[in-house]
């Protein structure tokens, strides 16, 4: 399973304008294509609930629930925190919080991490010290894995200097959560996203085969573009067959 980029949405139902399943669902047809459930307070049964309500929006577009912990509910892609556990179980998708380098070092079969705070952040505030972008891209270039950037990524300037500094992408949180148009939010961060990895889009358009698939944008490129060149990964596209610290 290819490890998640562009934007990642990070879920707090706490905090969801107008309901967790109306934010993921403007989420994705903004263009997201993961989402990772956390919601730890919840008893097991509900959390499988929502796992299985968030797999059925994310089902259409070919999109991935990643589950908070060790426990997947009954998929093959967690998120662990950093404390552990270690050695990391043996699914699909296994990703990790990091924090520093101590920690990224600590990695093992992981496929990719998150490291934060990049930026203060209105979720955990007083968290940090922030990395900023010149300790996002140290970390990133120290990193085994792939690098997802998170902690107060609210703009689409945020995004791009994100991925200039190297990040595969950016977890979101509270400007998707609170966004009055979670669809219109996401466009602009993911649009963000893509022409920051693939700045011949933000030139021209012309000459460049694209995939569009009505309720979602931006248009994303198709596979033999720059975007999956540059990070070995790239925008996941949309798919007509389903499949399946924090």
Known sequence: MTPPSG???LTDRLVARGGLDRVVAGAVAGGVRWVVLREKDLPRAERAALAAELRAI??????????????????????LP??????????????RSCHDEAELHRLTTEH????????????????????DIAGLGSLVRASPVPLLALGGVETP??????VRAGAVGVAVLGALMRAEDPTETAASLTSAYVEAINPV???TRRGVTQVSTSGLRPTVPTQGSSLTARSGHGLPQ?????REKQ
Request: glycine share 12%.
């Open 7 to 9: 934007v990642v949405v």
């Open 157 to 162: 300037e945020q995004v791009t200097a994100c």
């Open 112 to 131: 990719y991490a998150t490291i934060s705070p990049v930026w203060p952040t209105k979720t955990k505030p007083g968290y940090g010290p922030p990395l």
């Open 201 to 203: 889009l933000t030139q």
């Open 82 to 95: 950093a404390a552990g556990p270690y050695p990391p179980p043996t699914h699909r998708l296994v990703g």
């Open 238 to 242: 949309p798919q007509t067959a389903t």
């Open 58 to 79: 994310l089902a259409d577009v070919g999109g991935t629930l990643i589950v908070a912990g060790p426990d997947p509910l009954g998929g093959d892609a967690v998120h």
